[in-house]
């Protein structure tokens, strides 16, 4: 324990970022609050609960339909948002952003959009062990639909992708591979670049469930080369309900809508309906226009702050709490991978993760327990669930500190 701040992070001025997200300030249970929750969800910079306030203040109307004023503006932040973030994940143009309600939203979209449309028996979708129910169950469902089969990629004791299992299921049947980017139970940093390099050479796309990089690694949709990205804004210090799925535009013509309703159309008669253009014809309905608007105020927050010094300030919380969580006597830590970011997941001998999560509260140190929506993860370890910190720009070392002194104490009073 000891390290100084300012030895962590010689760029990163994390007092100058605490600064703007009010909730840290707070107490629990007597304790300074310590936020250790982030791939759960994260906090959110006043700058984000100020778009949402501004918005709802002065110009709160519905979008693309009226020709008022406030129409006009809400119609106008929602449309900025867009191209914020088409330029965030570097997207060729903005109508290949399509703004959902979630990443989970995003990869049902192309399951049901493009799976049911273009899967059929013999077909194959490859995932991984590692993915999040929102990248397992959406191709379960498809399958049954279509007769499809839906194949994953073990992983090893560290808690990598096993490539050389990744090139034996990769075949000619493959159609699409759907694949995790960074893994919110294990924190391990998948090869997408190579993945979608290799899905391409079988003639497969590629999905990549971007739900815990889009805050913590940089994201480049070309340079990946990926056919469809999807996350969330809550994970990235946006408002819930919120997220991207991109898709190269090709594909999306070329996909039915998902859902049918306002918006989204061109021309409707009983005889015969036709849709709207990209992106509209994949956003049904009023959205959360608010979210959106603060989305994008997200955006510009993460714009206005060093991320690659954001980054290494993270990589060293991160080693330094796993090097202080692995000397208390009875911890296994679970995912060691090489490439690794933001994520700490662990158990302890004798001790529910539940009441580690319980006992830390107490200490006012919010962890996740449980199994993280990614069962198979936690069946590849033989285990139920695990204890998890996460962290984000904004913890300290005080924090991670502040963890290890409480993990202590539930060895004093559970161990
Ligand atoms: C890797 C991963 N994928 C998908 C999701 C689903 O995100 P959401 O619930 O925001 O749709 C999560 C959420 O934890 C996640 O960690």
Request: overall charge negative.
């Amino acid at each position: 324990m000891g390290v100084a701040e300012t030895t962590v992070t010689p760029t990163f001025d994390v007092d100058r970022v605490r600064a703007d997200f009010p909730i840290l300030r707070q107490q629990v249970h007597g304790h300074p609050l310590v936020y250790l929750d982030n791939a759960n969800t994260t906090q959110k910079p006043q700058a984000v609960i100020d778009a949402l306030s501004e918005y709802y203040l002065s110009s709160n109307a519905n979008i693309h339909r009226a020709t008022h004023l406030l129409s006009e503006r809400a119609t106008r932040a929602y449309e900025r948002s867009r191209v914020l973030l088409q330029r965030f994940i570097n997207a060729a143009d903005s109508h290949e952003v399509i703004l959902t309600r979630g990443c989970t939203d995003g990869i049902n979209l192309v399951a049901q959009a493009w799976g049911r449309t273009f899967l059929k028996p013999g077909d194959e979708v490859l995932i991984s062990w590692m993915e999040h129910h929102s990248n397992i169950v959406p191709w379960q469902i498809v399958c049954e639909q279509t007769g499809a089969t839906l194949r994953a990629v073990p992983i090893n004791e560290r808690g990598e992708l096993r490539i050389e299992e990744f090139d034996r299921l990769l075949t000619d049947r493959t159609r699409l591979v759907a694949m995790i980017h960074v893994s919110n139970a294990l924190g391990t940093i998948a090869p997408i670049a190579e993945i979608v390099r290799k899905a391409h050479a079988a003639g497969a796309l590629a999905l990549i469930d971007g739900a815990q990089a889009a805050a913590h690694v940089p994201v480049d949709v070309q340079a990946i080369d990926a056919d469809f990205y999807a996350f969330s804004g809550h994970k990235m210090f946006g408002p819930t309900g919120t997220g991207v799925l991109y898709g190269k535009a090709a594909l999306l013509d070329r996909m039915p809508p998902y859902q049918g309703g306002g918006d989204m159309i061109a021309s409707v008669t009983f005889e015969k309906t036709t849709y709207n253009t990209l992106p509209y014809k994949f956003e049904a309905g009023t959205p959360n226009i608010a979210g959106v608007v603060g989305f994008g105020a997200a955006v510009e927050y993460l714009n206005g702050i060093d991320r690659e010094a954001a980054r290494v300030h993270e990589d060293a919380l991160l080693a330094h709490a796993t090097e202080l969580v692995a000397a208390v006597p009875g911890v296994r830590i679970i995912g060691q991978a090489r490439q690794k970011t933001s994520v700490l997941s662990f158990v302890m001998d004798g001790i529910h993760p539940h009441d580690v999560g319980t006992v830390l509260d107490n200490e006012g140190v919010a962890i996740r327990t449980g199994q993280h929506c990614a069962q198979p993860v936690m069946d590849r370890y033989g285990i139920v669930s695990t204890a998890r910190a996460s962290f984000a720009f904004y913890n300290t070392t005080a924090d991670v500190q502040a963890f290890v002194r409480a993990l202590h104490k539930v060895k004093e009073l559970l161990g």
